[in-house]
Each structure stands twice: as C-alpha cells, then as structure tokens.
C-alpha cells in the first residue's frame, strides 16, 4: 500500500499533502454526491454512483438513470446558456452543473460545399472537434464528464488506457483540476501523443503490447488501486460525454437533423453515442426530423467493427491492429457490438480504409476545407468517399462528417508524401526560376 503512495507523490509534489494516507474514495464524497445513479441495461437494478462500469448483479453495463420527470429547458433556454457541453446538463450525468472542464465541447460545425461536391453530397459539414479544449481532441468531451464524476466520488487519483487522443485529454485536465494523473499507452505511439501527454506532468507508462494488453492492465489497477481509470471503472460518465457532439450537430443546424453522419470508430463508443444523443434531442420533441443514419469509419489494419456489420452476425472477433491511425488502433472494441446495432439499425453502414488511403483523406480535408486533422480524420473522410462511391451516401444527402482530432499530433503520418519545399538564396532570379519552371 505505502509503496503506490509514495509513487503517486512522487509524480505530482504540488499536490496538496492532506490526502497523502488515502487513495479510494474519501468521506463526503459519495455521500452528498450530485451524481445520477447508474441502472443495469441487462437486468434493470438500479446502483447508487460509483466507480464501476459493470453491474454487480449480472456483469452487464452500466448507464446513468435520468428521471424521465425532471424539468427539461426549452430551446430557447438552451441558446442563452455558455458555449459548452454543459449546455445540456439535464441529459448529462450531473444534478448540478459540474465546476471542472468548463470550456470542453460545442466545437464549430463548417459548412464544407467543396468537400461535399468531391463525395458528390448536397451539401456537408464538418464537426470540428480538432478545435476541442483544452486538449484539441473529441476526447476531452468524455473526460470532462468522467473527471467530474471523479471528483464528486471522491476520487484523488485519475488515469486510462489510451491510444494517445485519451491520454493528452487526462493528462490535461488533471493537471488544471489539481488530480494526480496515471496513464497507460501502447509502446508504439507516435511522438506528438507521447509528448503533449508528459508537457503537463502526468505519470505515462509505455507498455509492451497493445491497446488491449493495455487496457486489462487498467482494469486491474483500477481494482487494486480504487484510482477512476476514466474508460474503465468510470466508463459509465466517461460515454455520455460523446453523446454531446450529436446534441451540438442538431442545435447548430438549426435544430435539424442531417441525413447522415459518418465518424470514426475505436472502442466504438462516440458512434453508439451519436445515436443515442440523437434519440434524445427527438425524444425532447426538439425536431421532428427522421433519424440520421449512421456510418461507422475504420482503418483496414483494424476493422472489427467494420467486419461484423459486413459479416452481418455481429460479432466482434478480436484482431491485432496494424494500422497508421493508432488512434483507431483497438483490436478488441469494448462497445463494438453495440456500435455494429447501432449502426444497423440506423439504416447506415461502415467502411474500412487503407493507410494510403488515410493519408489521402487527411490532404482532401486539408485542401477542401483548410482543416487539418489527425489520422483517424484521415479515415473518416476517406471512409465517406468510399460510402459515396458506394452509393451509400446520395447525391441528395445533407452529410456531416465528425472530425475528432487535430493533425499537428501526427505529422508524420503525412510527412513523407508531401514535396519537400525547393531551397533557394535569398535572390529575386531564384525564384523567378522556380516559377518558370513549374
Ligand atoms: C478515441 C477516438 C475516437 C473514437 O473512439 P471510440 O472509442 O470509438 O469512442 C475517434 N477519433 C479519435 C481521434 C479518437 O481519439
Ligand atoms: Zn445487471
């Protein structure tokens, strides 16, 4: 027991000392928490707030129970409130409105015709979560829910399983909220995760295997430890953070709906989301617009979600990722089968596409809309040229494509197929020579 302790101070000696004996939940944190319980999607039974994803009862997950009587604001209310998530707190996990990550969320949603005439669209968009805070990645959406539900656990100590987005998120809002941070990452990953991960002081530990080998490791340091692994045990608080972005698309569109959204695909979770956050901006009788239909994106290197929809049981089998978007990188989804119903039922579909590919959607996005993204946007833009192709997305569709994360974290994946700028002497002739001869 000592031991961990001494580690954790040792990460982090700003940290105020008067937590120093106690790692688990502290008293009056539970207690008088403004956290919503959490009722079993398997069997129903109904559990007060805590650190725990799955049901006691019967191992099925979790979900936070919303009184179906509470008062629900209008849209007009709703417009007047900050530009953030927490303008839909009555669908979000918290009686009160939560006092950390206060600027995460309502990202801009860009009308893009020049992308929407090259996927042969009526019209699209882009969600830009690349312009997400405080960490440039749809990710700190779900870790601004998980890190207040945290906190009102009386959680001191933070952490996850990340394939990098998730770890630059922890990393920085832990730093800002005072909570000791660990976190765990695959070997592999690339420099810019690894970096805007230590700049804000957090614990990372490289571990030799992959996301998934990663990701049990957590689950067992969350039980030994009682720390609020943000994807593991606080998976509950940390999901209905995504849900969030379906909630902006419809506001910003005027309270409409588009005919289809594609996004990318890791755990599977934003995409389970999307739909259930479109179920309940209808549900609020906000638009009577049909459903959009949702398509799922992945890296060929890793697609099981992908090849369960195709194979059409789907079941997920698990696979050993081998891919450039390492963001995506998850062999062993945890709501991949989730995702696949979700998206089947939705009436949309989902495509698969190689690196080369990626590496061409990340310079279409850039060169269509000025935005630059990260790989998994790469996979989304080119999933959705795919799907157009395909015939899936019509040429009388409204598309909004979600773009989850910012490219400056993996310059390298583009790198090495763009032209190397010419050198020249600070002279006039120079580069009139270089304009007669391109
Ligand atoms: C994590 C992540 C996603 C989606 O992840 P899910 O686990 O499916 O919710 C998408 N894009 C980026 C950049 C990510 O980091
Ligand atoms: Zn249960």
Redesign the pocket.
């Known amino acids: 027991m000592s031991s961990h302790v001494s580690h954790r101070r040792g990460v982090h000696p700003l940290f105020h000392s008067s937590d120093a004996a106690c790692v688990g939940p502290q008293p009056g944190g539970p207690a008088n928490t403004s956290l919503r319980p959490l009722t079993c999607s398997a069997c129903g039974t109904l559990h007060p707030p805590a650190p725990t994803a799955v049901c006691p009862e019967c191992l099925g997950p979790l979900e936070p129970s919303y009184p179906p009587d509470r008062p629900l604001p209008s849209t007009t209310a709703l417009s007047r409130r900050p530009a953030s998530l927490w303008r839909y707190l009555e669908w979000l996990p918290f009686e009160e409105e939560p006092q950390l990550s206060r600027n995460t969320g309502f990202t801009p949603l860009i009308e893009a015709p020049i992308l929407a005439a090259a996927l042969g669209v009526r019209r699209a968009w882009i969600k830009n979560d690349a312009l997400c805070f405080p960490s440039l990645?749809?990710?700190d959406r779900v870790v601004a829910t998980a890190i207040n539900a945290a906190r009102q656990l009386g959680l001191d100590t933070v952490g996850c399983a990340s394939?990098?987005?998730?770890a630059n998120a922890v990393a920085a809002h832990a730093a800002r909220e005072g909570l000791s941070a660990w976190i765990f990452v695959p070997h592999d990953l690339e420099g810019g995760k690894l970096v805007a991960t230590a700049v804000f002081g957090a614990k990372m530990v490289r571990v030799r295997g992959t996301y998934d080998d990663v990701n049990r490791l957590c689950s067992q340091v969350a039980d030994h430890f009682g720390w609020g692994i943000v994807n593991v045990n606080l998976r509950a608080y940390y999901a209905e953070g995504?849900k969030t972005m379906a909630w902006e698309i419809a506001e910003q569109l005027g309270w409409r709906f588009p005919d289809a959204v594609v996004a990318?695909?890791?755990?599977?979770?934003?995409?389970t989301r999307l739909a259930k956050g479109f179920r309940e901006v209808k549900e609020a009788g906000f638009t009577g617009d049909p459903l959009p239909r949702l398509y799922g994106a992945q890296a060929a290197g890793c697609a099981p979600i992908v090849e369960a929809l195709h194979r059409g049981d789907g079941r997920i089998r698990p696979t050993i990722p081998r891919t450039l978007a390492k963001?995506?990188a998850?062999g062993s989804?945890a709501?991949g089968a989730q995702?696949v119903r979700a998206l089947r039922e939705s009436g949309g579909w989902a495509a698969a596409v190689d690196d080369l590919a990626l590496v061409g959607g990340i310079q279409l996005l850039a060169r269509t809309t000025g935005i630059f993204t990260?790989t998994?946007?790469g996979v989304t833009v080119a999933a959705a040229l795919a799907l157009a192709r395909q015939g899936h997305l019509k040429l009388t569709d409204e598309v909004v494509l979600c773009i989850?994360?910012h490219g400056l974290k993996t310059v390298e994946a583009v790198r090495s197929g763009l032209e190397e700028a010419p050198l020249i002497a600070p002279r006039l002739q120079e580069v009139e020579a270089l304009i007669t001869t391109t």
Do not use: Q
């Open positions: 990645s749809f990710k394939t990098g987005n998730l995504s990318p695909m890791a755990g599977g979770s934003l995409v963001s995506l998850i989804p709501d995702a990260e998994a946007g989850t994360g």
